[in-house]
């Protein structure tokens, strides 16, 4: 083989989103499937769902299609899940628990598991006892486990006949005495553990399910999971799951850590939750879930009128900077970007108004064609196509949602019925009206009457007079839009025309009197 075709092939990266479908996909955990999915785009890789229901008290009909769904709303998009093919299937731990009772055999085997026969009177006792005698949180653990009634104080022959009896039993880590668990974080650097904190965690539950720390090691290691990047919550989890890979002897395919920065409210004192949102008005799912239990349905950001690519851009920067002043990003923009190198350590908070300005900065993206196709048009606005490509141009600057351009752009269809009361006590007075009636007359005499000459027309008045702008423009504004804010005034009466600005500034007058 000639030397230029042997080349060192990597192996390629696999990350996996695990979720428990135990009801909706809060925006936390779409950050940590975001963050997983622009590894594996920028990395060449693959994105795995992996659905963690091991917990079937817990189970919420309906959660992983949701999963499913908003994440696709989202636009990420996985390699393998089971909903698609793969190799590494099944991608639902519910249809694996074979996998689980031969691995956790062979930690029994290897005298890292025992089983546990305590029943949940005993384990209260056990509890109730360290708690008289001053242990503030009693563990099930190296110490308390010497009294307990398991396969290692028990003799044999005992525990034989328990199993053959079928007597429940749980199976627990025998984690060992002062030992130091040690492990390089992506985003925390070394961490490390001293077992002795550590409690003899179950790893296969009475009713013959696994927990989620056997369920959630043996899958990263059979499908070949390379990177385990997950919320911070999990990091109390990490040292029991290094002590798992050490336990099967699987050190050297053990993943790489990271484990993401939580996301604080926008007081900054505590995780995100839903009750922020109730309490702050802002949605903490990507879509409308229907809740089955309670029959209620709670709206999403894409109800709210968010942009996927918006929500997605935002979230990104929970926790990431691309470390430029670069904000707005295309979710291919972020796959090429991201790493995990730029992830913080600390806490990241949620601001809503922010998250409504990266919609509006991805609605400035958009042309007028495509937000026109997005719209749905009232009657009034039913004009050319040409006249609302053009009112669209003119306010979309100042719209967040789609929605907005029709509120937005209201007076370009229809002088207005009322005028801003607060407006016109503060700026409507006997001068305006001589200045508006002035104007009116000069505009009259504009043959072309462009945004360029009204407003030559405008400055030479202002200096012709020696008036200020504030004293003219104001009430200009109000009697044209009816209010005091809008895109440039110039654009707008070009886009009105003559006759219909001199209308209006008439009709104002009328109405509005000497203020
Ligand atoms: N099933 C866990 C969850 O619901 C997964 C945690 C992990 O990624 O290891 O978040």
Same mark, same amino acid.
């Given at each position: 083989m000639p030397n230029s075709i042997i080349r060192v092939m990597k192996n390629p990266i696999r990350v996996r989103f695990a979720p428990s479908p135990t009801g909706p996909l809060h925006m936390g955990g779409v950050r940590t499937a975001l963050y997983n999915y622009l590894l594996s785009v920028k990395m060449k890789g693959q994105f795995i769902l992996r659905v963690e229901d091991t917990d079937q008290s817990r189970y919420v009909e309906g959660a992983e299609e949701y999963i499913l769904e908003s994440l696709n709303w989202c636009g990420?998009?996985?390699?393998?899940g089971p909903h698609l093919k793969g190799d590494?299937?099944?991608?639902?731990?519910s249809e694996r628990k074979h996998i689980y009772d031969t691995y956790v055999k062979k930690l029994i085997e290897s005298e890292n598991a025992y089983y546990a026969f305590d029943s949940e009177k005993e384990l209260e006792e056990m509890r109730f006892n360290l708690k008289k005698a001053g242990v503030q949180s009693p563990q099930y653990n190296h110490i308390t486990r010497q009294n307990m009634k398991n396969s290692l104080t028990l003799p044999l022959e005992e525990v034989n006949k328990k199993l053959r009896n079928k007597e429940p039993y749980v199976i627990r880590i025998k984690m060992p005495r002062n030992y130091t668990i040690k492990f390089k974080d992506r985003i925390r650097g070394w961490v490390s553990f001293n077992t002795n904190h550590l409690d003899d965690k179950v790893l296969y539950k009475s009713d013959g399910m696994p927990t989620y720390h056997l369920a959630n090691v043996v899958d990263d290691y059979l499908m070949k999971i390379s990177h385990v990047i997950r919320?911070?919550?999990?990091l109390p989890s990490a040292p029991l799951h290094v002590y798992l890979y050490q336990s099967f002897g699987w050190e050297k395919s053990m993943p790489e850590f990271a484990h993401l920065p939580l996301i604080l409210n926008p007081g900054g004192d505590g995780k995100l939750s839903k009750r922020d949102g109730d309490r702050l008005g802002f949605? $903490? #799912?990507?879509t409308l879930w229907k809740d089955p239990k309670k029959n209620l349905e709670i709206e999403g950001y894409k109800e709210k009128g968010f942009f996927p690519e918006a929500f997605v851009n935002m979230l990104a920067f929970l926790g990431w900077n691309?470390?430029?002043?670069?904000e707005i990003f295309s979710l291919h923009e972020l796959s090429e970007e991201?790493?995990?190198?730029?992830?913080?350590?600390s806490g990241a908070r949620f601001d809503y108004q922010k998250t409504k300005w990266f919609n509006q900065q991805h609605l400035r993206l958009r042309t007028a064609k495509e937000i026109l196709k997005n719209i749905i048009l009232t009657e009034e606005m039913k004009r050319e196509e040409d006249y609302l490509l053009k009112v669209i141009d003119l306010v979309k600057e100042r719209? $967040? #949602?789609?929605d907005d351009i029709i509120k937005e752009s209201n007076y370009l269809f229809k002088a207005p019925d009322n005028y801003e009361e607060l407006a016109v006590e503060k700026k409507w007075n006997k001068e305006t009206v001589t200045h508006l009636q002035s104007l009116s007359s000069k505009f009259s005499l504009?043959?072309?009457?462009s945004k360029n000459n009204i407003e030559q027309i405008f400055k030479d008045y202002l200096e012709k007079y020696t008036v200020g702008f504030g004293k003219v423009m104001p009430g200009l504004r109000i009697s044209i839009t009816?209010?005091?804010?809008?895109?440039s005034m110039f654009s707008v009466m070009e886009l009105l025309g003559l006759n219909e600005v001199r209308c209006r500034i008439e009709k104002a007058i009328t109405r509005l009197g000497n203020g």
């Amino acid at each position: 083989m000639p030397n230029s075709i042997i080349r060192v092939m990597k192996n390629p990266i696999r990350v996996r989103f695990a979720p428990s479908p135990t009801g909706p996909l809060h925006m936390g955990g779409v950050r940590t499937a975001l963050y997983n999915y622009l590894l594996s785009v920028k990395m060449k890789g693959q994105f795995i769902l992996r659905v963690e229901d091991t917990d079937q008290s817990r189970y919420v009909e309906g959660a992983e299609e949701y999963i499913l769904e908003s994440l696709n709303w989202c636009g990420l998009k996985f390699d393998e899940g089971p909903h698609l093919k793969g190799d590494f299937g099944p991608y639902r731990q519910s249809e694996r628990k074979h996998i689980y009772d031969t691995y956790v055999k062979k930690l029994i085997e290897s005298e890292n598991a025992y089983y546990a026969f305590d029943s949940e009177k005993e384990l209260e006792e056990m509890r109730f006892n360290l708690k008289k005698a001053g242990v503030q949180s009693p563990q099930y653990n190296h110490i308390t486990r010497q009294n307990m009634k398991n396969s290692l104080t028990l003799p044999l022959e005992e525990v034989n006949k328990k199993l053959r009896n079928k007597e429940p039993y749980v199976i627990r880590i025998k984690m060992p005495r002062n030992y130091t668990i040690k492990f390089k974080d992506r985003i925390r650097g070394w961490v490390s553990f001293n077992t002795n904190h550590l409690d003899d965690k179950v790893l296969y539950k009475s009713d013959g399910m696994p927990t989620y720390h056997l369920a959630n090691v043996v899958d990263d290691y059979l499908m070949k999971i390379s990177h385990v990047i997950r919320g911070e919550e999990w990091l109390p989890s990490a040292p029991l799951h290094v002590y798992l890979y050490q336990s099967f002897g699987w050190e050297k395919s053990m993943p790489e850590f990271a484990h993401l920065p939580l996301i604080l409210n926008p007081g900054g004192d505590g995780k995100l939750s839903k009750r922020d949102g109730d309490r702050l008005g802002f949605p $903490v #799912f990507p879509t409308l879930w229907k809740d089955p239990k309670k029959n209620l349905e709670i709206e999403g950001y894409k109800e709210k009128g968010f942009f996927p690519e918006a929500f997605v851009n935002m979230l990104a920067f929970l926790g990431w900077n691309p470390g430029n002043n670069k904000e707005i990003f295309s979710l291919h923009e972020l796959s090429e970007e991201f790493s995990l190198e730029r992830v913080g350590k600390s806490g990241a908070r949620f601001d809503y108004q922010k998250t409504k300005w990266f919609n509006q900065q991805h609605l400035r993206l958009r042309t007028a064609k495509e937000i026109l196709k997005n719209i749905i048009l009232t009657e009034e606005m039913k004009r050319e196509e040409d006249y609302l490509l053009k009112v669209i141009d003119l306010v979309k600057e100042r719209c $967040v #949602f789609f929605d907005d351009i029709i509120k937005e752009s209201n007076y370009l269809f229809k002088a207005p019925d009322n005028y801003e009361e607060l407006a016109v006590e503060k700026k409507w007075n006997k001068e305006t009206v001589t200045h508006l009636q002035s104007l009116s007359s000069k505009f009259s005499l504009c043959i072309d009457f462009s945004k360029n000459n009204i407003e030559q027309i405008f400055k030479d008045y202002l200096e012709k007079y020696t008036v200020g702008f504030g004293k003219v423009m104001p009430g200009l504004r109000i009697s044209i839009t009816g209010k005091m804010q809008g895109p440039s005034m110039f654009s707008v009466m070009e886009l009105l025309g003559l006759n219909e600005v001199r209308c209006r500034i008439e009709k104002a007058i009328t109405r509005l009197g000497n203020g």
